[in-house]
């Protein structure tokens, strides 16, 4: 796996950090809701998709790592190693809770529906941060797969968990192994994930296109 250095982690965190500090839209919480179930009606209930849907879509409380960017992209390169799954969990958050909060502010109502939920995501368009959005979700998928396919990297990351609990990383790490406990227990979803994220970008296309 190529390792992404701490500029990249760190440029997420701020954006993260900057998010935190705004008061949420009222329609934010059904604006999740329903990405939620469109992807689960979608393409079914699947372990590496629930992954997906209940950790990385929700997001973790990652207000412990965005109060020193720096500092804390340096102390994950250091408990981690290969920071480059973290990175893209980490750019995929950010992004997808930017998209989210501007879908909520263009909504018209808290629980918008499919109807709504489509509507607004016109206004809003950004189609190449959608596609963005996509391909991380593929990086995140491929990363992790990578590490629990390598006895070596997946053992140097199960003796990270008590490191990063006391460093204060402890729900973004439970994020990271939630997602190689699915990808290690689904190999055969993972190897239809690439036909899953095709078909996700043909739909955002016809949306917003």
Request: glycine residues 8%; aromatic residues 6%; proline residues 6%.
């Given at each position: 796996?190529?390792?992404?250095?701490?500029?990249?982690?760190?440029?997420?965190?701020?954006?993260?950090?900057?998010?935190e500090?705004?008061?949420?839209?009222?329609?934010?919480?059904?604006?999740r809701?329903?990405?939620r179930?469109?992807?689960?009606?979608?393409?079914?209930?699947?372990?590496?998709?629930?992954?997906?849907?209940?950790?990385l879509l929700?997001?973790?409380?990652?207000?412990?790592?965005?109060?020193d960017?720096?500092?804390?992209?340096?102390r994950?390169?250091?408990?981690?190693?290969?920071t480059?799954?973290?990175?893209?969990?980490?750019?995929?958050?950010?992004?997808?809770?930017?998209?989210?909060r501007?879908?909520?502010?263009?909504?018209?109502?808290?629980?918008?529906?499919?109807?709504?939920f489509?509507?607004a995501?016109?206004?809003?368009?950004?189609?190449?941060?959608?596609?963005?959005?996509?391909?991380?979700?593929?990086?995140?998928?491929?990363?992790?797969?990578?590490v629990?396919?390598?006895?070596?990297s997946?053992?140097?990351?199960?003796?990270?968990?008590?490191p990063?609990?006391?460093?204060?990383?402890?729900?973004?790490?439970?994020?990271?192994?939630?997602?190689?406990s699915?990808?290690?227990?689904?190999?055969?979803?993972?190897?239809?994930?690439?036909?899953?994220?095709?078909e996700?970008?043909?739909?955002?296309?016809?949306?917003?296109?």
């Amino acid at each position: 796996m190529t390792t992404s250095g701490p500029c990249e982690l760190a440029a997420s965190l701020r954006t993260l950090g900057a998010l935190e500090a705004e008061t949420d839209p009222p329609g934010l919480a059904g604006v999740r809701a329903c990405q939620r179930r469109r992807i689960q009606r979608n393409y079914g209930p699947d372990p590496v998709l629930t992954f997906c849907t209940d950790r990385l879509l929700t997001g973790p409380d990652v207000s412990a790592l965005t109060t020193d960017p720096d500092a804390t992209a340096a102390r994950l390169g250091r408990l981690l190693g290969d920071t480059t799954a973290a990175a893209a969990a980490l750019e995929f958050l950010a992004l997808t809770e930017t998209l989210d909060r501007a879908v909520a502010a263009r909504a018209t109502t808290d629980e918008p529906g499919v109807v709504g939920f489509a509507r607004a995501s016109r206004r809003v368009g950004r189609l190449a941060d959608r596609h963005r959005q996509v391909d991380l979700v593929g990086l995140v998928v491929e990363e992790l797969s990578g590490v629990v396919t390598s006895r070596l990297s997946w053992m140097a990351f199960r003796m990270a968990r008590t490191p990063a609990r006391l460093a204060g990383f402890g729900p973004f790490y439970e994020l990271l192994h939630a997602g190689f406990s699915a990808v290690r227990d689904n190999p055969a979803t993972v190897d239809r994930i690439p036909d899953w994220l095709a078909e996700e970008r043909r739909r955002v296309d016809r949306l917003l296109a």
